[in-house]
Protein backbone atom coordinates (compact mmCIF):
# COMPACT_ATOMS: atom_id res chain seq x y z
CA UNK A 1 0.00 0.00 0.00
CA UNK A 2 2.54 2.19 0.91
CA UNK A 3 4.71 2.09 -2.66
CA UNK A 4 1.35 2.27 -4.48
CA UNK A 5 0.84 6.07 -2.68
CA UNK A 6 4.84 6.81 -3.29
CA UNK A 7 4.25 5.64 -6.62
CA UNK A 8 1.30 7.42 -7.49
CA UNK A 9 2.43 10.96 -5.71
CA UNK A 10 5.63 10.92 -8.00
CA UNK A 11 3.49 10.48 -10.88
CA UNK A 12 1.46 13.60 -10.28
CA UNK A 13 4.41 15.09 -9.54
CA UNK A 14 6.35 14.46 -12.33
CA UNK A 15 3.31 15.09 -14.31
CA UNK A 16 2.61 18.26 -12.97
CA UNK A 17 6.44 19.45 -13.81
CA UNK A 18 6.00 18.14 -17.05
CA UNK A 19 2.63 20.23 -17.89
CA UNK A 20 4.04 23.64 -16.70
CA UNK A 21 7.33 22.76 -18.25
CA UNK A 22 5.58 23.24 -21.61
CA UNK A 23 2.91 24.93 -21.05
CA UNK A 24 2.19 28.09 -21.38
CA UNK A 25 4.10 28.91 -24.12
CA UNK A 26 6.73 32.09 -23.85
CA UNK A 27 7.64 34.27 -26.50
CA UNK A 28 10.61 36.78 -25.56
CA UNK A 29 9.22 39.49 -28.21
CA UNK A 30 5.58 39.66 -30.06
CA UNK A 31 5.92 37.55 -33.70
CA UNK A 32 6.61 40.40 -35.48
CA UNK A 33 9.59 42.67 -33.28
CA UNK A 34 13.05 41.72 -32.96
CA UNK A 35 15.67 42.98 -30.75
CA UNK A 36 18.57 44.52 -31.14
CA UNK A 37 21.52 44.88 -28.01
CA UNK A 38 24.17 46.84 -27.70
CA UNK A 39 26.76 45.43 -25.46
CA UNK A 40 30.27 46.39 -24.22
CA UNK A 41 32.57 47.84 -21.98
CA UNK A 42 35.07 51.10 -23.78
CA UNK A 43 37.38 53.37 -21.82
CA UNK A 44 37.14 56.77 -22.76
CA UNK A 45 40.36 58.67 -23.68
CA UNK A 46 42.10 60.44 -20.73
CA UNK A 47 40.92 64.00 -19.99
CA UNK A 48 44.64 65.43 -19.72
CA UNK A 49 47.79 64.50 -21.71
CA UNK A 50 50.77 62.88 -20.18
CA UNK A 51 53.99 64.66 -19.52
CA UNK A 52 57.40 64.22 -18.83
CA UNK A 53 58.71 65.38 -15.52
CA UNK A 54 61.60 67.14 -14.70
CA UNK A 55 64.63 65.56 -12.61
CA UNK A 56 63.64 68.28 -9.81
CA UNK A 57 60.10 66.85 -9.76
CA UNK A 58 61.24 63.04 -9.97
CA UNK A 59 63.73 63.85 -6.94
CA UNK A 60 60.95 65.42 -5.04
CA UNK A 61 58.91 62.17 -4.88
CA UNK A 62 59.62 59.58 -2.62
CA UNK A 63 61.38 56.40 -4.55
CA UNK A 64 58.50 54.01 -5.20
CA UNK A 65 56.68 56.78 -6.84
CA UNK A 66 59.29 58.02 -9.10
CA UNK A 67 58.20 57.67 -13.17
CA UNK A 68 58.56 59.62 -15.70
CA UNK A 69 54.85 60.50 -16.41
CA UNK A 70 52.42 61.86 -14.86
CA UNK A 71 49.51 60.94 -16.84
CA UNK A 72 45.62 62.36 -15.36
CA UNK A 73 43.27 59.48 -14.08
CA UNK A 74 39.91 60.35 -15.13
CA UNK A 75 38.71 59.54 -18.53
CA UNK A 76 35.89 61.44 -20.85
CA UNK A 77 32.61 60.24 -20.52
CA UNK A 78 31.63 57.23 -23.67
CA UNK A 79 28.28 58.53 -25.58
CA UNK A 80 26.74 56.09 -27.80
CA UNK A 81 24.36 56.79 -30.23
CA UNK A 82 22.37 53.93 -31.60
CA UNK A 83 19.99 54.84 -34.53
CA UNK A 84 17.34 52.50 -37.26
CA UNK A 85 16.65 54.36 -40.53
CA UNK A 86 15.41 57.75 -38.95
CA UNK A 87 14.44 56.84 -35.79
CA UNK A 88 16.80 57.37 -32.76
CA UNK A 89 16.80 53.66 -30.46
CA UNK A 90 18.96 54.61 -27.90
CA UNK A 91 21.22 57.37 -26.89
CA UNK A 92 23.14 58.14 -23.77
CA UNK A 93 26.41 59.41 -22.06
CA UNK A 94 27.68 56.87 -20.48
CA UNK A 95 29.91 57.81 -17.00
CA UNK A 96 33.16 56.11 -16.54
CA UNK A 97 33.37 53.64 -13.90
CA UNK A 98 35.95 53.55 -10.69
CA UNK A 99 36.54 55.80 -7.73
CA UNK A 100 38.60 58.42 -9.87
CA UNK A 101 36.29 58.27 -13.13
CA UNK A 102 39.63 55.95 -14.52
CA UNK A 103 37.36 52.94 -15.25
CA UNK A 104 35.84 51.76 -18.51
CA UNK A 105 32.09 52.84 -19.70
CA UNK A 106 29.69 49.53 -19.47
CA UNK A 107 26.43 49.57 -21.63
CA UNK A 108 23.76 46.40 -21.86
CA UNK A 109 20.84 48.05 -23.71
CA UNK A 110 18.11 45.68 -25.28
CA UNK A 111 15.86 47.60 -27.95
CA UNK A 112 13.03 45.86 -29.63
CA UNK A 113 12.18 47.29 -32.93
CA UNK A 114 10.05 46.32 -35.98
CA UNK A 115 11.11 43.04 -37.80
CA UNK A 116 12.50 43.44 -41.44
CA UNK A 117 15.11 45.73 -43.62
CA UNK A 118 17.03 48.95 -41.62
CA UNK A 119 19.56 50.76 -42.05
CA UNK A 120 20.91 50.15 -39.32
CA UNK A 121 23.59 53.02 -37.58
CA UNK A 122 25.99 53.25 -34.73
CA UNK A 123 28.16 55.89 -33.08
CA UNK A 124 30.37 56.29 -30.22
CA UNK A 125 32.38 58.82 -29.17
CA UNK A 126 35.33 58.56 -26.15
CA UNK A 127 37.07 61.68 -26.68
CA UNK A 128 34.17 64.10 -25.08
CA UNK A 129 34.40 65.78 -28.99
CA UNK A 130 30.39 66.96 -28.95
CA UNK A 131 31.01 67.66 -32.37
CA UNK A 132 30.77 63.88 -34.29
CA UNK A 133 31.33 60.58 -33.42
CA UNK A 134 35.46 58.73 -32.65
CA UNK A 135 34.10 55.32 -34.12
CA UNK A 136 30.64 54.99 -36.71
CA UNK A 137 29.41 51.86 -38.24
CA UNK A 138 26.51 51.89 -40.93
CA UNK A 139 24.83 48.55 -42.03
CA UNK A 140 21.46 47.37 -43.96
CA UNK A 141 20.42 44.57 -41.61
CA UNK A 142 17.70 42.28 -41.66
CA UNK A 143 15.91 41.93 -38.58
CA UNK A 144 14.27 38.20 -38.17
CA UNK A 145 11.53 38.21 -36.00
CA UNK A 146 12.12 36.44 -32.41
CA UNK A 147 15.88 37.03 -32.77
CA UNK A 148 18.21 39.63 -31.79
CA UNK A 149 21.51 41.40 -33.10
CA UNK A 150 24.37 42.30 -31.26
CA UNK A 151 26.44 45.36 -31.50
CA UNK A 152 29.84 45.21 -29.74
CA UNK A 153 32.80 47.71 -29.46
CA UNK A 154 36.11 45.44 -30.53
CA UNK A 155 38.99 46.85 -28.49
CA UNK A 156 41.73 44.84 -30.69
CA UNK A 157 40.35 46.40 -34.04
CA UNK A 158 38.81 49.55 -32.50
CA UNK A 159 35.85 49.67 -34.27
CA UNK A 160 32.00 48.79 -34.21
CA UNK A 161 30.71 44.91 -34.86
CA UNK A 162 26.92 44.48 -36.17
CA UNK A 163 26.06 40.91 -35.57
Not at 32 to 40: E, G, L, Q
Not at 97 to 103: E, K, N, P, R
Request: hydrophobic fraction near 40%.
Amino acid sequence: MKWLTEITFYGLFAAFVGVFSAWPDYQLVAADRAIVSVVFSHAGQRVGDCRILTQDELNELPPNMRTMNDCPRERHPVRVLLRSDSETLYDATLQPSGIWADGKSNIYKRVEVQAGTHQLFVGVSDSGDDAGFDYEQSSVVDLVPGRNLIVQFDEQSQQIIIR
